[in-house]
């Protein structure tokens, strides 16, 4: 069992910067993949970024890319999003997850076995 808790968010104005951290609970996150999912109210939970457990490998939705940076440090067993040049659009409440080791990082939420609660990001225009 891992237990996430995102912490990090907050109110900032549009092309301001935040960055989300996520600590898991034990040391043995340290082998899972792990992901940042966002949802925004009346909408589905979508992928932001994830990146595998050695933190070699990374993906990014397209709305984030080249604005977001996902990376983890396994000495705090903690996982990182710096978030650049933020939209109203990215709005929402961001989550942290865990998926049990695979060779393959993944853009699924079905694909996730842990989840922390969440953490609101919100971005005025």
């Known amino acids: 069992q891992v237990q996430l808790v995102e912490s990090g968010g907050g109110l900032v104005p549009a092309g301001g910067s935040l960055r989300l951290s996520c600590t898991a609970s034990?040391?043995?996150?340290?082998?899972?993949?792990m992901g940042w999912f966002r949802q925004a109210p009346g909408k589905e939970r979508e992928f932001v970024s994830a990146?595998?457990?050695?933190?070699?490998?990374?993906i990014y939705s397209d709305s984030v890319k080249g604005r977001f940076t996902i990376s983890r440090q396994h000495a705090k067993n903690t996982l990182y999003v710096q978030m650049n040049n933020l939209k109203p659009e990215d709005t929402a409440v961001y989550y942290c997850?865990?998926?049990?080791?695979?060779?393959?990082?993944?853009?699924?939420?079905?694909?996730?076995?842990?989840w922390g609660q969440g953490t609101q990001v919100t971005v005025s225009s």
């Open positions: 997850a865990a998926a049990l080791p695979s060779p393959n990082t993944s853009d699924s939420l079905y694909k996730y076995d842990y």
């Open positions: 034990t040391r043995a996150s340290a082998i899972y993949n």
């Open positions: 990146v595998n457990w050695i933190g070699s490998s990374t």
